[in-house]
């Protein structure tokens, strides 16, 4: 019942921990398909994270593909080159926006003198990009090494977005890629998950799941970013924003993530289908940070990697050991990679049920925290001034109305699951926070209501029928009392 404000002082980062001492970071971002989901998009989401300004050896990109698609794999060959001549720019001018195609469309007053250089180059990357994707063809010409080809080798006949084996590309390695200037690339790994007809493949929940998997088998960071891939980030010190909480001694040791606003730029004029859902992602989690602190939406968020494996109570020992000094291009940590990316690995798991991202709700990021806060965990909302991410929301009433569809049903799900929040949740959590989360499952049922009220009044006038209590010598005395002019 205390809507909260915060504030963080990067500067003060220091006092707590130096640079050396911060934790490795793994990124994931998720896309699902090369035709809704432009390839050249996802890149510019991925080049963003890249240039952080976190330590690039603690710092690893993982996208997920379940589309399962060379046009996306080609996209984030092409990525891997550009990086090595954008993360220097970034760094050596202090660029804050860091996502190219943002950048290069932004005043050119402000670019130093090698940006028409860079952008020439992004310019050729996206045509190449753009062109593949058309085409559905990645022409020869394209293609610069050996490795490229075998990787592309893997779509063998039969393979489908459905069902496939498991492909996993180490694009760049941190410690023997570098950049332009000679300064270590951080790690980027292309994965599409195994997948096959006969079995479910939960989602994005089972996507996020199989990188929680394969990195733990390349680079196990204790700290998670997720991402959609239609969202970028927009400010380069946002990983030191969430640090500054995760890193903070006094911080309750319960304390499982730090969520971002969503905020958005490609939303339509006038925001006619209220894609900015300003009270979703910005006023409720505000509000529910007094509680025991605001939903995962889904991208966006810091999470530490034991929460996914357990209670705030129970001991969780993050092993490095397996991963020594190991190549991530060697086979034995390939072979264990791909081994964990397959169809089967979850069978017969506790994979989404006590383990991970929690399957059974379509939104399962909403789900997923909920159970979080069950077993005991809390969270907090980070609002900085400048938007630490942005992305894009239905333009057009189709996809406006598939997304509100998918959520509602998710939403229900939620509803009627054993674990409803408004008999469970209002138990476990405590009263107020369970409300909260019923108040988000129950949603859908506005529509009931709402579809009433956009037809009753027409038909009630069509057929002279007033649907409004008429006014009574009671109501008027009120009305009178409080001086209120009805006329
Ligand atoms: O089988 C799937 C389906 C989706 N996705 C990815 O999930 C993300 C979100 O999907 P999108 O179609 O953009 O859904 P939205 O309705 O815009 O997403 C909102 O709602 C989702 C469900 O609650 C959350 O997962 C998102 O983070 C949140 O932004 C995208 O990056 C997709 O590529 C997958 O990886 N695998
Ligand atoms: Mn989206």
Sequence with gaps: MCPTQRQVFIKHLQNVAKESDYPALDVFICT???????????????LSVMAYDYPTEKLSVYVSDDGGSQLTLFAFMEAARFATHWLPYCRKNKIVERCPEAYFESNPSSWFPEADQIKLMYENMRVRVETAVKSGIISHDYINSKQ??????????????????????????????????????????????????????????????????????????????????????????????????????SMDPKLAYVQFPQIFYGINKNDIYGGEARHVFQIHPAGMDGLKGP???????????????????????????????????????????????????????????KMGFRYGSLVEDMYTSYMLQCEGWKSIFCHPKRPAFL???????????????????????VVFCKYSPITYGTRTINLLSGLCFAYYSFCPIWSIPITIYAFLPQLALLNYVSIFPKVCPFTRIIVNNNNIDIY
């Design 32 to 46: 699902a398909d090369p035709y809704k989901e432009p390839p050249i998009s996802v890149v510019n989401t991925a």
């Design 148 to 249: 490229e080809l075998e990787a592309f080798s893997r779509w063998t006949d039969g393979f489908t977005s459905q069902n496939h084996p498991a492909v996993i590309q180490v694009l760049l390695e941190c410690g023997k890629d570098e950049d332009v200037m000679g300064h270590t690339m951080p790690n980027l790994v292309y994965v599409s998950r195994g997948k096959s007809i006969n079995l479910t493949h939960n989602f994005k929940a089972g996507a996020l799941n199989a990188l929680l998997r394969v990195s733990a088998t390349m680079t196990n960071a204790p700290v998670i970013l997720t991402l959609d891939s239609d969202m970028y980030s927009n400010d380069p010190e946002t990983p030191l924003r969430a640090l500054c909480y995760l890193l903070d001694p």
């Design 295 to 353: 939903i995962y939406l889904g991208t966006g968020g810091f999470f530490r990697r034991k929460v996914f494996f357990g209670g705030p109570s129970e001991t969780f020992e993050l092993k490095q050991d397996h991963l020594g000094s190991k190549s991530i291009k060697s086979r034995e940590i390939l072979a264990s990679a791909h081994h964990v990316a397959d169809c089967n690995f979850e069978s017969q798991s506790q994979w989404g049920t």
């Design 391 to 413: 992305g894009n929301s239905p333009s057009n009433f189709h996809d406006f109305l598939n997304q509100t569809r998918r959520w509602s049903i998710g939403l229900l799900e």
